[in-house]
């Protein structure tokens, strides 16, 4: 071995250039596989985000300008015979000003109606915390093993006369072996299974004879519970005795043809039969009421949670339909000069105005598509901003909407005014202002952001892995899954630009993804490194 390293260090002395480019290559082809086998640009990688719970704010923007114009055309929300009018055409009105009134009749029943409903939903959720309540519940529990402990020792009046009646039956000349066997194989047969469960009836009879004697009626609910249920079973099984004695003793009259002969033991097993039969109920209808006062107490918070949510939908529904009272009469949405004045006593309102203030308030006027006009509704609330006073944002509602579009290019165009909540010397007319109207909020919601929602011909869905991926340590993009996700189907609710709701189908914190990297797509975050 020391000869062959000799002659090799020899032979590199001799062939120096010769040994260096060898070496070079040796190097390139060992980095070259290196890089082929660690290198993972190749592979899909997948972005995540977990499901958040939070709030989203749904709006709809649009840009214009100040308006010159402070005038606004006044609609009713609502549609109906006006039946008073307390305006005139030059009348100066204040903010809130009740302006007229339409027929609120229909409005006024549906406020009546809500509240009988609330006040109904309340007293039925006063009823149910009293009848959930500890005490009754324990109460009634409580009752149900007296009851229970009274039906076992009843069961105990009758068992014992059942059981010995049975053996006795059995141990009838008519009625035995060597009877049965004169009868023929269908009667041993029949006789044979009455006395297998007569003997099983008696075993189970006489064990729970000892159990029922250990106990009393003031003995543990867990010790009653068991009696009872022992009891139950035993009795089925006496019951099950009972019933093929029976089909015994039917077989052997009809076989022999002596009917009469049979009366006296059939008559013994019917009473038999209807004395099993009527512990059997009693003790089932035990069983089922304690297993029912036990799930009251588990039920008992749910019921109340359902009733209280009840009496919360319920003082929604009030509001609602005050709210909607409310709209029956039209008021100043702030301080003016009526100019002009379309309603009077006795007309029935339309989509048209009814009549036009002017004021010193302060408008933004802005274009909206057909799209996101139909999202809007009046009174809704706006954030506006300018251009020119970038530190400026004013809150405003909006006061007007127009019900014919305009037309430029095939492109459908609403106007929108919005009125100012305060005043600001700095904002001029025609002053360009960009307006963020708010069309829902909803709070304590699950959302994750719109790229993780995608669809399918069975709906929304997103895409999820079994397991946690692995962070990458290559310094690329992304986590690396060589298994492709799960899609599971969602329920979505509101959006915003970068936000959508979850209604169902994940929870929160569960990992969804949010962005998928394919190969070739890959940026690297850093130079990659090799050990050469």
Do not use: C
């Not at 959720?125 to 519940?137: C, H, T, W, Y």
């Not at 019921?303 to 709209?327: H, M, P, R």
């Not at 952001?449 to 669809?455: D, F, G, M, Q, W």
């Amino acid at each position: 071995m020391k000869d062959y390293l000799n002659k090799i260090k020899v032979y590199i002395v001799g062939h120096k250039i010769l040994s260096i480019i060898i070496a070079i290559l040796v190097i390139l082809i060992v980095r070259y596989v290196y890089q082929k086998v660690t290198n993972t640009a190749g592979d899909t990688r997948y972005i995540t985000t977990k499901v958040q719970k939070g709030t989203i704010i749904a709006s709809v923007t649009g840009t214009g300008q100040v308006s010159v114009s402070s005038q606004i055309d006044i609609k009713p929300k609502v549609y109906g015979q006006i039946t008073w009018v307390g305006i005139s055409a030059g009348q100066k009105v204040n903010h809130g000003q009740a302006l007229l009134s339409i027929d609120s009749r229909d409005a006024e029943k549906a406020v009546r109606d809500a509240q009988v409903s609330l006040e109904s939903a309340k007293i039925s959720l006063e009823k149910l915390k009293i009848q959930n309540s500890n005490d009754n519940l324990n109460a009634d529990l409580i009752k149900a093993y007296d009851d229970g402990f009274t039906s076992v020792s009843n069961a105990f009046l009758d068992l014992p006369s059942v059981v010995t009646g049975l053996e006795d039956t059995l141990g009838l000349s008519n009625l035995s072996d060597n009877s049965a066997r004169m009868s023929g194989s269908i009667a041993q047969d029949y006789r044979k299974t009455a006395e297998e469960t007569y003997y099983k009836a008696q075993s189970a009879f006489e064990k729970n004879r000892i159990d029922y004697r250990s106990i009393s009626n003031i003995s543990s609910k867990q010790d009653i519970e068991k009696i009872i249920i022992e009891t139950y079973e035993t009795t089925k099984i006496i019951s099950d005795a009972v019933k093929n004695s029976v089909n015994f003793v039917d077989y052997m009259a009809e076989d022999t043809g002596r009917t009469s002969d049979f009366a006296s033991s059939k008559n013994t097993l019917s009473t038999y039969t209807n004395t099993t039969n009527t512990h059997l109920s009693n003790l089932l209808s035990i069983k089922t009421s304690i297993k029912n006062y036990k799930d009251a107490f588990i039920n008992s918070d749910f019921d109340i949670q359902a009733s209280e949510l009840s009496v919360k939908q319920k003082e929604n529904a009030l509001q609602d339909a005050k709210d909607k009272l409310a709209d029956y009469t039209v008021r100043a949405p702030f301080s003016g000069v009526i100019s002009v004045l379309n309603a009077k006593l006795g007309d029935n309102t339309s989509s048209g105005s009814i009549a036009t203030i002017i004021t010193s308030h302060q408008l933004a006027e802005i274009s909206l598509n057909e799209v996101d006009v139909a999202k809007i509704k009046l009174a809704e609330k706006a954030t506006l901003t300018f251009d020119a006073i970038p530190d400026l944002s004013i809150s405003g509602k909006v006061e007007e909407i127009d019900s014919v579009g305009k037309i430029d290019q095939g492109v459908v165009t609403y106007n929108v005014k919005i009125s100012f909540d305060t005043q600001d010397m700095r904002v001029k007319p025609s002053m360009s202002v960009s307006a963020s109207i708010v069309t829902d909020t909803k709070t304590d919601i699950l959302f994750v952001p719109n790229s993780a929602v995608k669809s399918n011909n069975k709906g929304n869905y997103v895409e999820i892995f079994d397991a946690p991926l692995v962070k990458s340590t290559d310094g690329l993009a992304g986590k690396i899954s060589k298994v492709i996700p799960n899609k599971i189907q969602v329920e979505i609710g509101i959006s915003n630009d970068s936000q959508t709701e979850i209604i169902s189908g994940v929870k929160e914190g569960d990992d969804v993804i949010s962005r998928t990297i394919l190969p070739g797509v890959v940026k690297t975050k850093a130079p990659s490194k090799s050990p050469f």
